[in-house]
């Protein structure tokens, strides 16, 4: 079945404590992207990915780190994770990221950072 | 970052009745879509609009992109409880861009 598999579903952590939610697809997709989904917010996307030689900052990168090193993962990295960051996490997927293309969602990953 | 501004925010119907979702945006867009995101998941693709004036239909759902592709609606004929759910606009800003920005969102429950 083609889709998009996060990890975990949830977490609850500390203030510092460094986490890695973990992303990946078998649809063999170029494209790759990270939101949250915060309340009265929306979904604001974090970091994306063209491909494995490039990445990009997306509208709310602060706090956080993404890695590419194969095709079908795209980790999301908090080194330092704040309160702040507390918030609904959404991986995504598409051929090549294109206008026009369906983006595939993962199931999302609930943090809640102490 | 361009935005896209939903209305209304929340919206509660009995089943049955008709309603519209309306997306609007002063920056052009060079195509529109609708997710749908039900609790505990994430959203999922209902359309893609690419030409201004475009409409297409599904099922009882009918999607409309604008003339000057700043706006979109959607429109539900005779909403079921199935119906109950986020619907999330989004756009791309241009050919070859690779950043989707959504809106906030319309939260539609249906009663039955």
């Known amino acids: 079945e083609a889709q998009v598999t996060q990890n975990p579903r949830y977490l609850i952590t500390v203030t510092g404590k460094k986490l890695t939610v973990t992303c990946s697809q078998n649809m063999n997709h170029e494209y790759m992207s990270w939101y949250r989904q915060d309340p009265g917010l929306g979904l604001r996307q974090i970091y994306y990915s063209m491909n494995v030689e490039v990445t990009d900052k997306g509208d709310v990168p602060e706090g956080y780190k993404v890695s590419r090193k194969e095709k079908r993962n795209f980790p999301l990295i908090l080194e330092s994770p704040s309160p702040n960051q507390t918030s609904l996490y959404f991986c995504a997927s598409s051929p090549d990221g294109t206008y026009g293309e369906k983006l595939f969602f993962g199931s999302g990953t609930q943090l809640s950072v102490l | 970052t361009q935005l896209l501004e939903q209305s209304p925010q929340f919206l509660s119907i009995q089943e049955g009745e008709n309603l519209t979702v309306y997306c609007n945006s002063s920056s052009v867009f060079s195509s529109l879509q609708w997710y749908r995101q039900e609790p505990g998941e994430g959203p999922v693709l209902l359309v893609t609009v690419v030409t201004g004036g475009e409409v297409k239909k599904l099922k009882r759902l009918t999607f409309q992109f604008g003339d000057a592709r700043k706006d979109s609606s959607l429109h539900i004929t005779a909403a079921q409880p199935g119906d109950t759910g986020l619907y999330l606009c989004?756009?791309?800003?241009?050919?070859?861009?690779?950043?989707?920005?959504f809106g906030k969102g319309t939260k539609l429950s249906v009663i039955p």
């Open positions: 989004a756009g791309y800003s241009g050919a070859g861009s690779y950043q989707l920005t």
